[in-house]
Nanobody, 123 residues
Framework: QVQLVESGGGLVQAGGSLRLSCAAS????????MGWFRQAPGKEREFVAT????????YYADSVKGRFTISRDNAKNTVYLEMNSLKTEDSAVYYC????????????????WGQGTQVTVSS
C-alpha cells in the first residue's frame, strides 16, 4: 500500500504557473504508475495526466496538453505536476493517484489517492 500527500496548490493569476508535488510513502513508489486528476465544484473528477513507472512515458488530457508537465523522481518518491499558462478553468482540487496501468484515464484504474490540493486561478 502507498500513502500519497499533495502540496503546492494555491491562488495564482491567469497566465501564471504552479508546481504541484505528491509525496509517497509505504510500498515501493517506483512500482506504481502515477496520475493526476482534478475536480472543479459541481463537476466530476477528471483525468489530467499520467506517467509510467520509469517516467519515460507520459499521457495528457487534451485540455492541458502543452501547458502541463508531469514528472517523477523515484529516488525522492515524488511525482510532480508543472502547470503553466494557467486558465480560470483550471481551478479545481487536484489529486494524485497511484495505479498499475499506464495510459489509464479512468479513476477506477487507480487504487491509491491523496487528499487533494486546491488550485485557484483568478482572472
Amino acid at each position: 500500500q502507498v500513502q500519497l500527500v499533495e502540496s503546492g496548490g494555491g491562488l495564482v493569476q491567469a497566465g501564471g504557473s504552479l508546481r504541484l508535488s505528491c509525496a509517497a510513502s509505504g510500498r515501493s513508489f517506483s512500482s506504481y504508475v502515477m496520475g493526476w486528476f482534478r475536480q472543479a465544484p459541481g463537476k466530476e473528477r477528471e483525468f489530467v495526466a499520467t506517467i509510467s513507472r520509469s517516467g519515460a512515458s507520459t499521457y495528457y488530457a487534451d485540455s492541458v496538453k502543452g501547458r502541463f508537465t508531469i514528472s517523477r523522481d523515484n529516488a525522492k518518491n515524488t511525482v510532480y505536476l508543472e502547470m503553466n499558462s494557467l486558465k480560470t478553468e483550471d481551478s479545481a482540487v487536484y489529486y494524485c493517484a497511484g495505479g498499475n496501468y499506464f495510459g489509464a484515464y479512468e479513476q477506477s484504474s487507480y487504487a491509491y489517492w491523496g487528499q487533494g490540493t486546491q488550485v485557484t486561478v483568478s482572472s
